[in-house]
């Protein structure tokens, strides 16, 4: 779980995949090595053979609400070339609040890149979006230094610290009394979730942070999707006094699903 947006990438991640053809090149890298990385606040992007600079700005993922004034950008077609894209922000305006850049390259709306979109696409796929779009942006300053790389700009580097949900990461110790939560399998979109209801006040759960209605997302490191509910619970037991987890808003949860079912596809491999 070491992006808040994990479902998210690994239906881009598959997407890649299956559109590589018959032969696939990986870069990987295993968890105590991004651990050193992430302790050293170095970007994972630097290990590509052809890596660009770190003081280059990496793309970014924004969620923009219509409030009712619109989005706030208007996109502007460069060189008559398909896909390309800029956008004006409004000062003030919903994208200028979501924290999109002045001038900023289009890159993908709604988890679906957009290189081949013509501006009647791109114009439909908008105002299907409703009440608010997702969108991949990157400086335009930044697109000749990928472009001369080798590298194409994605999700999978995207910074998403203007996104308004986050993980949270909570550290109970066990108390006489026990954690002091319930945790219950619900469903949700896109199937069943694990969620923590009735907090004990003054107890672990709620002194370290939890909310109710929290969505599970990982026990002591390891990720809980695709677990069933046993397991988990199991899990939490067997990790003795103290435990660390992974949890969400719940409102978030819901986000990052709803964007998962806008990507909506056959991903098995």
Request: charged residues 20%; proline residues 5%.
């Amino acid at each position: 779980m070491k992006f808040p947006f994990l479902n998210f990438i690994y239906h881009q991640v598959v997407q890649k995949v299956k559109a590589s053809g018959h032969r696939l090149s990986l870069t990987v890298l295993d968890e105590p090595s991004y651990e050193k990385l992430h302790a050293d606040r170095i970007s994972p992007l630097s290990l590509l053979t052809n890596n660009i600079p770190e003081s280059c700005p990496r793309p970014k993922l924004c969620l923009v609400r219509n409030e009712g004034k619109g989005f706030g950008f208007t996109a502007s077609a460069t060189g008559g070339v398909r896909g390309t894209f800029l956008l004006t922000v409004e000062d003030g305006g919903a994208a200028q609040k979501a924290g999109i850049p002045q001038g900023a390259r289009l890159l993908d709306v709604n988890g679906e890149s957009i290189v081949s979109f013509t501006m009647s696409q791109l114009s439909k796929k908008l105002h299907q979006s409703g009440s608010r779009v997702v969108l991949l942006v990157l400086e335009s300053s930044a697109w000749e230094m990928y472009e001369s790389h080798g590298v194409t700009p994605s999700i999978a580097f995207a910074d998403t610290s203007s996104l308004p949900y986050h993980p949270r990461k909570l550290h109970l110790v066990r108390c006489p009394q026990g954690y002091g939560f319930l945790l219950r399998q619900e469903k949700c979109l896109g199937g069943h979730g694990q969620f923590l209801r009735e907090l004990d006040p003054g107890l672990p759960a709620e002194v370290s942070g939890m909310r109710e209605g929290d969505r599970l997302l990982g026990v002591n490191g390891q990720s809980v999707e695709g677990l069933e509910h046993e397991d988990i619970v199991t899990l939490i037991q067997e990790s003795g006094k103290q435990v660390t987890l992974l949890v969400i808003s719940n409102e978030g949860g819901r986000f990052y699903s709803e964007v998962n079912k806008g990507l909506s596809r056959d991903f098995n491999y």
